[in-house]
């Protein structure tokens, strides 16, 4: 009887580090912001119209990670994971104990073929992020 009840701890384990930590669900989903408007999803140009409307946003809340983190994640989804380089660091300047931004980062890296990034590249990435916003709306 041992036998089965250790083979059964260790798929449970087997299991769990499978999927990873979203599998324990240690920390709850980020809030989405309710000042975005998300356009409907067959709307034609839908996702420009999501990111100037997440772009928008960050020029009046320029410390909102979740916003930064949702372009992010946009960039990514739609093939441009260099793009999100730029919001994801910001993010970890704001808060750099998030750990969706940082699986964020990981996910953008390894779209882009790469296995790390230095903190000098980060901290250049979000200074260009933060002038993007700046400059946005002012024909740059």
């Not at 993010?91 to 790469?114: H, P």
């Amino acid at each position: 009887m041992r036998y089965w009840k250790g083979l059964l701890i260790a798929a449970a384990f087997d299991t769990a580090v499978i999927a990873g930590p979203s599998f324990f669900g240690t920390e709850p989903p980020p809030a989405q912001s309710e000042a975005i408007q998300w356009p409907a999803a067959g709307e034609p140009d839908g996702l420009d119209r999501q990111m100037d409307s997440l772009m928008q946003h960050l020029q009046e809340h320029v410390d909102d990670v979740n916003v930064m983190l949702a372009l992010a994640r946009l960039y990514t989804e739609h093939g441009w994971p260099e793009d999100a380089i730029g919001p994801l660091a910001r993010a970890l300047q704001l808060d750099r104990y998030r750990r969706d931004v940082w699986v964020a980062l990981d996910r953008a890296l390894d779209r882009m073929g790469k296995a790390q990034i230095t903190d000098a590249e980060l901290v250049r990435a979000a200074r260009e992020f933060v002038e993007a916003i700046e400059m946005r709306g002012h024909g740059c």
